[in-house]
């Protein structure tokens, strides 16, 4: 499994995750130094993140209320939104619940159809090639 499939930044500040990984998904800080490199013990990956991208906390938008929902949509690749720019994304219209969250969080969801990315299994973030951004 991919952390885009569980994870993907849609903002500045902000991810959509599948709130059943979030406790569990860890991330260990390495840093540049005079001597090298530092590494720090595991953290939760919120926290970590954030640090890394100097920011106070990482906005987390949940796919779905319900843990039902959250694993289907989960699974047909609601976390998996391609962002634009930071706060627009792209995301298939059959996730309902997530991108209604997303756009309840201030993200504009651009809703595509699934019916031929879909088949390859990927989300709008796999199933593209790299986009060129300006740099924040």
């Not at 640090?51 to 949940?62: H, P, S, T, W, Y």
């Not at 619940?97 to 201030?106: I, K, Y």
């Not at 990927?122 to 593209?128: A, D």
Request: proline fraction near 4%; aromatic fraction near 4%.
């Amino acid at each position: 499994m991919h952390l885009d499939t569980v994870c993907t930044m849609v903002d500045t500040d902000a991810v959509v995750m599948y709130p059943a990984i979030q406790d569990s998904l860890s991330a260990f800080t390495i840093r540049r130094t005079d001597s090298g490199v530092s590494i720090s013990g595991a953290e939760p990956f919120v926290e970590a993140a954030a640090d890394a991208m100097g920011i106070g906390k990482l906005r987390v938008i949940d796919t779905g209320l319900d843990p039902v929902t959250a694993e289907r949509e989960q699974w047909d690749d609601g976390n998996n939104t391609l962002a634009l720019a930071p706060g627009v994304v792209v995301a298939y219209e059959r996730n309902v619940e997530t991108n209604a969250r997303l756009e309840d969080s201030g993200i504009e969801v651009l809703a595509i159809s699934a019916s031929e990315l879909g088949t390859g299994r990927g989300g709008p973030r796999c199933m593209s090639c790299p986009v060129s951004r300006d740099l924040l």
